[in-house]
């Protein structure tokens, strides 16, 4: 099983700051990395798949970068709405695995 | 626009079953894998299941595996879940979510979720 390790597990960020998480996969998942969003009460949202390809709808302040075992989701500049818990996701190998989180909350 | 609704979701008691089903709309449905995923109250996402929009391809997460049956239903455009032989660590949010044309991919759009609470 690939394991999926986020840091830092808590981001605290002010508005309009730039955030930057991290995902790393326990051995290669080539592109094949997923992020999503998840507010709390909500249902998960697509941000980004293939690593890099923003899902449809989703702002371009959203960026994806990474491959192989070391991955980044950059926000440029945090909107309030931003403000929520970031999952990463490996679909290379079975089975699908999930990192853990990384709660980017307002500083 | 595409919409997923689950329901089946309740209280059963460690041993028991319930069956979940997830409503789909806006796309056609047997074009696409779907997959089940689950959140333990206050805890990360788990990939449950994947299943091809055939039908005839289906994966399991091993902590499932053998006591959880996916299935779908293009004719109603609707994705099953089968949970017997439940357990406390059972407990979760069950959302299905609509994949790519093939199984293993990334999720979206997701439902809104179903509870699931194992308990006596």
């Given amino acids: ?107 | 626009e595409v919409q997923l609704l689950e329901s089946g979701g309740g209280l059963v008691q460690p041993g028991g079953s319930l069956r979940l089903s997830c409503a789909a709309s806006g796309f056609t449905f047997s074009n696409y894998a779907m997959s089940w995923v689950r959140q333990a109250p206050g805890k990360g996402l788990e990939w449950v299941s994947d299943i091809s929009g055939s039908g005839g391809i289906i994966y399991y997460a091993d902590s499932v595996k053998g006591r959880f049956t996916t299935s779908r239903d293009s004719s109603k455009s609707t994705l099953y879940l089968q949970m017997d032989s439940l357990r406390a660590g059972d407990t979760a949010v069950y959302y299905c979510a609509k994949g790519r044309a093939a199984v293993g991919s990334w999720f979206g759009p997701w439902g809104l979720g179903t509870l699931v609470t194992v308990s006596s």
């Fill in chain 1, 1 to 107: 099983e690939i394991v999926m390790t986020q840091s830092p597990a808590t981001l605290s960020v002010s508005p309009g700051e730039r955030a930057t998480l991290s995902c790393r996969a326990s051995q290669s998942v080539g592109s094949n990395l997923a992020w999503y969003q998840q507010k709390p009460g909500q249902a998960p949202r697509l941000l980004i798949y293939g690593a890099s390809t923003r899902a449809t709808g989703i702002p371009a302040r959203f960026s994806g970068s990474g491959s192989g075992t070391e991955f980044t989701l950059t926000i440029s500049s945090l909107q309030s709405e931003d403000f929520a818990v970031y999952y990463c996701q490996q679909y290379n190998n079975w089975p699908l695995t999930f990192g853990g989180g990384t709660k980017v909350e307002i500083k």
